[in-house]
């Protein structure tokens, strides 16, 4: 048995809103006999606000599923502006280094990025208490804020790429969630045989014999689209509402499920369109989400037209897939595109093109058959190649190839 420090500044359980990846590879390493401490923050970047029961306390010692869980402060308010979001991290990093200092002599940390101030200071715990380091690579920091215009300083810019140097310098393992990540990681100077690739994917003791929630709106509407996930910049769910705008009249539903920076606008611009064929809806916890996409006949999985994102591969997709519901993917080409075409589970469009998505919106609800027939074929992809509980262990193994 070795002790394991798994620090992510997210830690998201199944009845929370979110991606519960770190709780379930924290979980799964603890079920191998592990002895596991986990540092996060209490303030969820979705909620941005500081829980009750917290108020006035910097660093809290919780034990819950088999973990010791310490959770610290961090700035409130994380939001697109380059101030606060370096506010966020800069606090969690400061506090989860005191949470580390707490915690048990590790055998192994394990840190997740973004952020990566975070990662930083947890590779330095590392060094400070003789233990080694796995760094796991959610997203490329600090290339895609740059790619999305979140930072133009040269000098910020410069600090962050040696922040992600000392990281992956410090690394002796890396986990990459994507391919476009992986190659990124080794663009980076990370030797390949030292980065594992290990994606998100599907939970299916949440997915199987999941029941539609009868909670779901527009059910009656005849064909009912689904979106789960945020509402941010880089969701491009402006481009879902002028899709919207073209489907009026057509028994289509548009739901979108979620919160982030954007929704308020999202919700604004909705209305002042008067588009009626769109509902908002509150985040959902992560075990209903199987619920609310049972009730859906397609999904929608939209982003930006960046560069950036032709590497995304991001965790709803796999919710999508389990749930046996085609996909529409508003995308750059690329990793999420070829998966679509190599499991045959839906349909792919340019990405930000209101009238490329809403024409397959409109093919797959004049379809039902078809829709149905891709739905299986990604049920059954994602079952064979993305079984949550197969990951998971090979995480558990990877952080065993250093204990």
């Not at 879902?240 to 308020?264: N, P, T, W, Y």
């Not at 519901?325 to 750059?332: D, E, K, M, N, Q």
């Amino acid at each position: 048995m070795s002790r394991i420090l798994y620090v992510s500044q997210y830690f998201v359980r199944d009845d929370q809103p979110g991606g519960v990846r770190h709780w379930q590879h924290a979980r799964a390493l603890a079920q191998a006999g592990h002895e596991v401490e986990v540092v996060t923050s209490y303030v969820q970047h979705k909620e941005r606000e500081v829980p009750e029961r917290y108020r006035g306390r910097r660093v809290v010692r919780e034990e819950e599923d088999g973990l010791v869980v310490w959770r610290t402060y961090a700035t409130p308010g994380y939001g697109r502006d380059l101030r606060s979001r370096v506010s966020n991290y800069g606090t969690f990093a400061w506090w989860s280094t005191v949470a580390g200092a707490r915690a048990k002599r590790p055998d192994v940390v394990v840190a997740s990025s973004p952020s990566l101030p975070a990662a930083a200071t947890a590779a330095a715990v590392a060094g400070a208490r003789g233990a080694r380091f796995l760094l796991e690579v959610r997203d490329l920091w600090p290339d895609s804020a740059v790619a999305m215009g979140l930072v133009s300083d040269p000098r910020i810019i410069g600090a962050a790429q040696r922040l992600e140097r000392f990281c992956y310098s410090k690394a002796e393992r890396v986990v990459a969630l994507t391919e476009g990540i992986r190659d990124g990681v080794v663009a980076g100077g990370v030797p390949p045989a030292r980065v594992e690739l290990i994606t998100n994917g599907v939970d299916l003791n949440m997915t199987d014999g999941a029941e539609p929630a009868s909670e779901v709106p527009g059910r009656d509407a005849g064909f009912v689209a689904m979106y789960v996930g945020a509402h941010g910049t880089y969701n491009a769910l402006g481009g879902v509402l002028a899709a919207a705008d073209r489907l009026r009249g057509e028994s289509i539903q548009i739901v979108l499920v979620g919160g982030g920076d954007r929704k308020d606008a999202l919700v604004a611009e909705a209305e002042e369109r008067g588009l009626d064929n769109v509902t908002f809806c509150d985040p959902v916890p992560k075990r209903d989400v199987p619920r609310w996409l049972a009730a859906a006949d397609a999904c929608i999985l939209p982003y930006q037209d960046l560069e950036l994102f032709s590497g995304a591969l991001p965790n709803k997709t796999f919710d999508y897939m389990a749930a046996a519901r085609p996909l529409v993917a508003s995308v750059p080409p690329g990793e999420l595109t070829r998966l679509v075409q190599r499991a045959g589970c839906g349909v792919s469009v340019p990405a930000e093109d209101p009238d490329a998505l809403a024409g397959a919106l409109r093919a797959l609800a004049t379809d039902p058959v078809g829709a149905r027939e891709m739905g299986r074929r990604g049920s059954d992809h994602a079952r064979r190649h993305y079984d949550r509980a197969v990951l998971a262990e090979r995480f558990v193994r990877t952080v065993e190839s250093l204990a």
